[in-house]
């Protein structure tokens, strides 16, 4: 029973257009979400993470919305770079734990 | 500056055979974890502890030991390796989960049971 949810595995993008990647959760009690971004044979990286008390964290080129009626946040990159292309976890923290989704593949086209 | 060191980074094992995967964090974070990264299903919590002395278990515990006798380490231990343990491995930490932070990611460990 997956608690978060990223639909649409893989995502296009023209350099300089923006990313816009999408996760869904189901656990009122999360309190807290984060974005990691992943290269092959790496381990996941910190992005970016919002508290469920904002609907919105920007941090340079990427921003997070949260919109917790709907229990749903996104992730937007604008503009895109060739660099940004990599897997893109969504990750959502309750109950000592993170719970993470399956993750989008990003390929930014220069 | 290491962070979160995992060894070993390969590792092939026969059905049956133990091993420990390794896992130590120069950050002094109290919350550290693991996790197995399979095909389509994203990153999923084996076991995790809150600090030296606790352990407690994640969403696909079963084949699995840990324990945490430091607040450095956090090995894992397969007790008799199976072909679905096949995956890769991330061990993270973070200063720990009541307060908003970020876990921090090893390199992970490419398992194969053959």
């Known amino acids: 029973d997956q608690q978060v949810k990223q639909n649409s595995p893989s995502l296009s993008v023209q350099e300089g257009r923006i990313s816009i990647l999408n996760c869904d959760y189901t656990?009122?009690?999360?309190?807290?979400f984060l974005w990691y971004k992943k290269y092959p044979a790496e381990g996941p990286t910190f992005l970016i993470s919002?508290?469920?008390?904002?609907d919105k964290n920007e941090d340079g080129r990427f921003t997070v919305f949260l919109n917790k009626s709907a229990k749903h946040l996104s992730l937007h990159i604008v503009p895109s770079q060739p660099g940004d292309s990599a897997v893109y976890f969504c990750?959502?923290?309750?109950?000592?734990?993170?719970?993470f989704g399956k993750g989008n593949q990003v390929v930014v086209i220069p | 500056n290491a962070g979160v060191t995992q060894t070993p980074k390969f590792q092939v094992l026969k059905t049956g055979q133990s091993m420990t995967l390794q896992c130590a964090q120069d950050?002094?974070?109290?919350?550290m974890s693991w996790y197995r990264q399979d095909p389509g299903m994203g990153l999923r919590l084996i076991h995790y502890?809150?600090?030296?002395?606790?352990?407690d278990q994640g969403e696909v515990p079963n084949g699995y030991n840990v324990s945490r006798s430091t607040t450095e380490d956090f090995p894992l231990r397969l007790l008799s390796a199976a072909p679905s343990q096949t995956s890769v491995y991330f061990c993270?930490?973070?200063?720990?989960?009541?307060?908003?932070?970020?876990?921090?990611f090893g390199q992970g460990t490419r398992l194969t049971v053959v």
């Open positions: 502890s809150v600090g030296a002395g606790i352990t």
């Open positions: 993270a930490s973070s200063w720990n989960q009541g307060v908003n932070t970020e876990a921090f």
């Open positions: 990750a959502a923290r309750g109950n000592n734990r993170l719970a």
């Open positions: 656990n009122s009690m999360f309190d807290y």
């Open positions: 950050m002094n974070h109290e919350y």
């Open positions: 919002i508290s469920s008390i904002k």
